[in-house]
Nanobody
Framework: QVQLVESGGGLVQTGGSLRLSCAAS????????MGWFRQVPGKQREFLAG???????HYEDSVKGRFTISRDNAKNTVYLQMNSLKPEDTAVYYC???????????????????WGQGKQVTVSS
């Protein structure tokens, strides 16, 4: 069974930095695109950053230049370094990973999107 476990987050003052991590584990054949989203109460979950297995990245405009996504393929882990944080960055942050699971008997599963459990990030003014 595949699972994602997030770590990091917490409370920081305006202008501060935080780092989120998201590790995938379980019976996996491949880990493809990885990304980060966030959600505030009453709003839709929004895309922040994505990274391909080859390392190509793309960002939502509001975090470009402040957030950096990276990954360690050997550890099946994706990171989000968040700098120059603002109160409007306060949200629950979720990692999103596309994984092809390895089923019993060596059968490959379909490419499936998995979500982390979410981590609260609070930026005080």
């Amino acid at each position: 069974q595949v699972q994602l476990v997030e770590s990091g987050g917490g409370l920081v003052q305006t202008g501060g930095s935080l780092r989120l991590s998201c590790a995938a584990s379980g019976s996996m054949f491949s880990v493809d695109d990885m990304g980060w989203f966030r959600q505030v109460p009453g709003k839709q979950r929004e895309f922040l950053a994505g990274i391909t297995r080859g390392g190509s990245t793309h960002y939502e405009d509001s975090v470009k230049g402040r957030f950096t996504i990276s990954r360690d393929n050997a550890k099946n882990t994706v990171y989000l370094q968040m700098n120059s944080l603002k109160p409007e960055d306060t949200a629950v942050y979720y990692c999103n990973v596309q994984i092809r699971a390895l089923r019993p008997g060596g059968v490959l599963g379909s490419l499936t999107t998995y979500w982390g459990q979410g981590k609260q990030v609070t930026v005080s003014s």
